[in-house]
C-alpha cells in the first residue's frame, strides 16, 4: 500500500497547526515573556511529540504485523475520528487566555504536556495505523517520519508563539474565524474520505 500523501499532509498540517494546548500556551508564553524565552519549552513539546510519534510507530506496527484484520478497521476509526476534528474544527473559537507574571515554562512542562495529550495519542495512532502504516516496520523511515513530525509541531508552536499578538487579534474576527474554520473542516472532511478510499 503506497502512502497517499494529499490527505497525509492536510491531516498533519490542520492537526498541528489548529489551536491546541501546546499552540495556545506557545502563544501565551510569547505574549507575556517574549518569542526566544519560550524556545526550551517548544524544545519540550517537539521532543515529546518525536517520542511519542515513535513510540506510537513501532506499537501500531506489532498491532498490525499480529492482527492484520485490524488494517482496515483501523482507517475507519480513523476516519471517524477525523470527522470528529473536522466538527469540532467548524465550531473553534479562539481563546487565549491570560496568564500573570511568574517565569516562563521550561523544557520539562512542555515534553510533560505532550506525554500526557490524550489528543496526541489518537493523532499518532491514526497516522501510523492508516496514513503511515507502509513505514511502520521500517526502523529508519519510522525514525525519520517521527523526526519530521516533531520538526513540523515545533514550526507550529514557533509561528504561534512569533505572531501570537497578530494571530489573537485577527481571529476575534466572527466572519474571518468562519472562512478560517470551514477551510480546515473541509480539508480534514477530504483526509477521512481519502483514508477510506472515497475520493
Same mark, same amino acid.
Request: glycine fraction near 4%; proline fraction near 6%.
Given at each position: 500500500?503506497?502512502?497517499?500523501?494529499?490527505?497525509?499532509?492536510?491531516?498533519?498540517?490542520?492537526?498541528?497547526?489548529?489551536? /491546541?494546548?501546546?499552540?495556545?500556551?506557545?502563544?501565551?508564553?510569547?505574549?507575556? =515573556?517574549g518569542y526566544r524565552n519560550t524556545l526550551w519549552y517548544q524544545g519540550g513539546l517537539a521532543v515529546g511529540v518525536f517520542i511519542f510519534m515513535w513510540l506510537t510507530g513501532l506499537v501500531s506496527a506489532a498491532?498490525?504485523?499480529? #492482527?492484520?484484520?485490524? %488494517?482496515?478497521? $483501523?482507517?475507519?476509526?480513523?476516519?471517524?475520528?477525523?470527522?470528529?476534528?473536522?466538527? =469540532?474544527?467548524?465550531?473553534?473559537?479562539?481563546? #487565549?487566555?491570560?496568564?500573570?507574571? /511568574?517565569?516562563?515554562?521550561?523544557?520539562? =512542562? /512542555?515534553?510533560?504536556?505532550?506525554?500526557?495529550?490524550?489528543?496526541?495519542?489518537?493523532?499518532? $495512532?491514526?497516522?501510523?495505523?492508516?496514513?503511515?502504516?507502509?513505514?511502520? /516496520?521500517?526502523m529508519i523511515w519510522l525514525t525519520l517520519a517521527a523526526f519530521l513530525l516533531a520538526a513540523v509541531s515545533f514550526g507550529a508552536t514557533s509561528v504561534w508563539a512569533l505572531f501570537g499578538t497578530t494571530i489573537?487579534?485577527?481571529? =476575534?474576527?466572527?466572519?474571518?474565524?468562519?472562512?478560517?474554520?470551514?477551510?480546515?473542516?473541509?480539508?480534514?472532511?477530504?483526509?477521512? $474520505?481519502?483514508?477510506? %478510499?472515497?475520493?
Open positions: 500500500m503506497a502512502i497517499n500523501f494529499l490527505p497525509l499532509l492536510s491531516y498533519v498540517f490542520i492537526c498541528t497547526f489548529t489551536p /491546541g494546548p501546546s499552540n495556545i500556551t506557545s502563544t501565551s508564553l510569547a505574549l507575556l =515573556h498491532l498490525l504485523q499480529l #492482527f492484520p484484520v485490524l %488494517e482496515p478497521f $483501523l482507517r475507519y476509526v480513523g476516519a471517524a475520528y477525523i470527522l470528529y476534528l473536522a466538527y =469540532h474544527v467548524a465550531r473553534a473559537t479562539y481563546v #487565549f487566555a491570560d496568564q500573570e507574571g /511568574g517565569k516562563p515554562l521550561g523544557f520539562t =512542562h /512542555g515534553f510533560l504536556l505532550q506525554i500526557l495529550n490524550p489528543k496526541l495519542f489518537f493523532y499518532a $495512532l491514526t497516522l501510523f495505523a492508516t496514513f503511515l502504516a507502509p513505514i511502520t /516496520g521500517n489573537k487579534r485577527y481571529l =476575534h474576527v466572527p466572519r474571518l474565524q468562519f472562512v478560517i474554520n470551514l477551510i480546515l473542516a473541509l480539508s480534514l472532511l477530504y483526509a477521512a $474520505l481519502a483514508l477510506i %478510499e472515497l475520493v
